[in-house]
């Protein structure tokens, strides 16, 4: 087993057309089973970050490895193992979609394409369906759920595909009380049960799932702390980024 | 009633049943992607091209095909490549195929050429032969083959563009599949509807299809059906009363419509 699953040294991405990075120089060593929380303002580049380890971006500066895989001739093969739950996004409530099939998506770039989902692909789904405790939710239409509902929905997408990463883009944002204690209550379980790595972005403190052993403090691109989850939050450096939007 | 010859139905009827099914099964993506203004955008290539064909002496239908065919190849790309979405490139293609339509026709000396041109935008289904009704064959398969094998990442993609690349698949490659099968559809389709009508042919019975189910699976099914219902019964109107084909195809398309929003079962609550 390869021990550091994800690893970035120096890590640079800019958007097409501009000419500052969104992250910079940004180092980072992830071991196959760690819990870790990325927290910061809103711009900080917390979610450029996932996506630059997921290859949805591209990195201009640096090297990135996932599974000891580079990710810029790798990001097929990282997509398919490492699951991507995006940013909480608007779904219209007619969307022609049923709650199984949304759950089969995520399966489906692991199939690859010239094969049906068999029997055993449905399993997977039946089972990632029932982790998240939305079994009976199969045959309903994906636009008529609840947010807390559809968050878990789509987590339960990114199970199907049993990554041995979790890429988690602010799963308990825009979700009421209950719902977030669900999710996050899920994700404990997860972890537990599967040592499964997870990384999570958050721009709130109060809701770092228990499990999360490692926090990064990520601001205008950079990490500017990286170390044990009681010894971050105790800072007073990272209450006032948050509180501050990032200016300090 | 118009009286016409057995071969000739049997090609029209063959005609009108495969547009209808090519065209409205291209709809369930079309209408999920918002591309609606593609029918426009793709009739007005047809007739940029049949006035190009008419300025340089061939058929005008030949030019009508590869202006549309340019057409369907070059919208993917342009609209990735400008990092626009695809209803604003399909509302430049459709702009700079009107400019071009028209500096053609100031080419073609006579009333009756620019007649010829504006044809297309009309449509006859008494003008379908043989080739025609073969292609929309060959292109009623294809789809066949390309939505059957290629379902589950057709449906990941609609769903969430970039969650399906993130999970790994393909989308651009999917994304240009359908804008290029939609145009390949409306192109064969324009002889017997009309380039303006086409459109209706896409979005109608689709439409139909979104007001009974919730599931992807049953509009892609259903949506054909309709489509061709749509055009048979369109085409006995048009034989009974005299209208034009295309007009009464519309007419029927838009009669399921209106039905369907009045009797559909997702706006009903049901007691308990």
Redesign the interface.
């Known amino acids: 087993m390869n021990k550091n699953i994800i690893e970035l040294q120096n890590i640079n991405t800019i958007y097409e057309g501009e000419k500052i990075p969104v992250i910079k120089d940004v180092n980072l060593s992830v071991d196959t089973g760690d819990f870790v929380c990325i927290i910061g303002p809103n711009g900080a580049g917390k979610t450029t970050l996932l996506e630059t380890i997921n290859g949805l971006l591209p990195y201009t500066g640096g090297k990135g490895f996932v599974f000891g895989k580079e990710i810029k001739k790798n990001k097929n093969f990282i997509r398919k193992h490492a699951g991507f739950l995006i940013q909480n996004f608007e779904i219209d409530g007619l969307s022609p979609f049923l709650c199984k099939d949304v759950v089969m998506m995520g399966l489906t770039g692991k199939t690859g394409p010239l094969r049906f989902h068999n029997k055993k692909d449905w399993e997977k789904i039946w089972y990632s369906m029932g982790l998240v405790g939305m079994i009976d939710f199969a045959d309903r239409p994906i636009g008529k759920l609840s947010g807390g509902e559809f968050q878990k929905i789509l987590l339960a997408r990114v199970l199907a595909q049993q990554p041995k990463i979790l890429l988690l883009d602010e799963p308990l944002s825009n979700l009421d009380y209950s719902s977030r204690h669900q999710i996050e209550t899920l994700l404990n379980r997860l972890h537990k049960k599967y040592n499964i790595t997870i990384l999570m972005v958050s721009h709130d403190l109060s809701f770092i799932p228990e499990r999360c052993s490692r926090v990064i403090v990520i601001d205008k691109g950079k990490i500017l702390m990286d170390g044990a989850k009681k010894e971050i939050l105790e800072s007073e450096i990272v209450t006032s980024i948050l509180k501050n939007g990032g200016k300090k | 009633m118009i009286e016409l010859p057995l071969s000739l139905i049997i090609t029209s009827v063959l005609g009108a049943l495969l547009a209808g099914f090519a065209c409205s099964t291209m709809g369930t993506f079309v209408v ?1 992607m918002n591309l609606s203004s593609i029918g426009y955008c793709m009739s007005h290539a047809a007739f940029a091209g049949a006035a190009f064909g008419l300025m340089i002496s061939v058929d005008p239908m030949f030019g009508a095909l590869l202006f549309s065919f340019i057409t369907a190849f070059a919208l993917g790309p342009i609209a990735e490549k400008a ?1 626009l979405q695809s209803n604003i490139v399909i509302g430049f293609l459709f702009s700079l195929m009107i400019a071009l339509a028209f500096i053609f026709l100031n080419y073609i000396p006579g009333q009756s050429a620019n007649a010829k041109a504006l044809r297309i935008l009309w449509g006859s289904i008494l003008s379908v032969n043989n080739t025609d009704v073969l292609l929309l064959g060959l292109l009623s398969f294809v789809l066949v083959i390309f939505v059957v ?2 379902y ?2 057709l ?2 993609v609609m ?2 563009r ?9 989308t651009k490659l999917f994304y240009f599949a359908v804008l290029f099968f939609t145009g390949f559809a409306v192109s064969l389709s324009l002889r017997i509807v009309g380039g303006l009508l086409v459109f209706a042919l896409i979005i109608n019975p689709t439409s139909t299809a ?1 007001q009974f ?5 049953k ?1 892609l099914i259903f949506s054909p059906v309709i489509g061709v219902v749509s055009c048979l019964v369109g085409y006995y109107l048009s034989l009974v009363s005299d209208f034009p084909i295309g007009a009464s195809i519309v007419i029927i398309s838009a009669l399921f419509f209106a039905v369907a929003i009045v009797i559909s079962p ?1 706006r009903k609550k049901k007691s308990l």
């Open positions: 999920r990092k094998v290629f589950k990442e449906v990941s769903f969430h970039k969650m399906a690349e993130a999970s790994g698949i393909n979104y189910f919730f599931d992807f699976k509009i997702k």
